[in-house]
């Protein structure tokens, strides 16, 4: 389970053990997109102010739902003494604790922070359920999973409206036809892996040759000609897991859209390599 840090002791006992753990979760990140919102406030950054307030009003939700859920099925609210061991880490502090003071700060970078902790309270509820020892807390954990993975699509619309705006550094002069789409799509892919092969050279070992290695497959993945894209050289890995993400937008997005089945399946296909890539990027980036 390489999305969190550390796995659950013993398997959850109760619904009572299971509705308070999933309080605790949702409570922790609003209190903690609260704190992020007061603090890029005092920055005097006040648009990312509003988004992380509009992500604490979205967890608050969240809590209000396993309130209710919770009273409904047990006749009580949520109540954290049934909870027996330690919350696992799906909160992204290391990311989060950037924000105040990073000038490379936005609103893509925050909604990507936000999927990837909706990210991993999924796989933490998968894992629960995978390990659950009776049917209603296995069907309860499996529930709160697809919950989650609605969150990460509401989370990656949101994204999405974020890479595409015009004000965004990887969203100048960006084509708007699939075909388009695609081709300024290689050019990035040529920048990524340029990028990814300067990065390298920082690395050692089997960091370095993995680095190379996604570098590769970068430039497999663009063999169309080059069109207008923004220069990104100079950027740090924060810049190279964007592009790559926004990589994974644009591919996504010509897949939802595009009627000519030929370039649909080349979305298609370049979707799911960059999907994976993404992946190992983020394994490469959290140990290194």
Not at 36 to 49: I, S
Not at 118 to 123: G, V
Request: net charge negative; charged share 30%.
């Amino acid at each position: 389970m390489s999305l969190l840090r550390t796995e659950p002791p013993e398997a959850v006992r109760s619904l009572e053990e299971l509705f308070a753990i999933a309080h605790g979760m949702e409570q922790e990140a609003q209190h903690r997109y609260e704190a992020l919102a007061q603090k890029v406030r005092a920055e005097g950054v006040p648009k990312l102010a509003e988004l992380f307030e509009w992500l604490a009003r979205a967890e608050r939700s969240h809590v209000e739902h396993v309130d209710r859920w919770c009273a409904d099925r047990r006749g009580k609210l949520p109540d954290a003494r049934d909870i027996r061991w330690d919350l696992p880490q799906t909160f992204d502090d290391e990311t989060a604790g950037e924000f105040v003071t990073s000038q490379l700060a936005d609103a893509y970078r925050v909604l990507s922070m936000a999927v990837r902790n909706e990210e991993r309270a999924f796989a933490l509820w998968t894992y629960i359920a995978s390990r659950a020892e009776t049917e209603d807390i296995r069907q309860a954990a499996e529930t709160m999973a697809q919950e989650e993975l609605e969150h990460v699509a509401i989370l990656r619309r949101a994204r999405r409206q974020a890479y595409h705006a015009p004000r965004s550094q990887l969203a100048t002069n960006r084509p708007r036809s699939p075909t388009e789409a695609l081709t300024w799509a290689a050019r990035l892919e040529r920048q990524l892996a340029d990028l990814l092969e300067d990065w390298a050279g920082t690395l050692t070992g089997g960091a370095r040759e993995r680095a190379l290695d996604l570098a590769g497959q970068a430039r497999v993945a663009s063999p169309r000609s080059a069109i207008s894209s923004p220069d990104l050289r100079n950027a740090d890995k924060r810049d190279i897991l964007a592009i790559a993400e926004g990589l994974v937008e644009t591919y996504l997005e010509v897949g939802e859209h595009c009627t000519d089945e030929t370039v649909l399946a080349e979305a298609q296909g370049l979707a799911e390599q960059a999907v994976a890539r993404l992946a190992r990027l983020r394994g490469v980036i959290d140990r290194n």
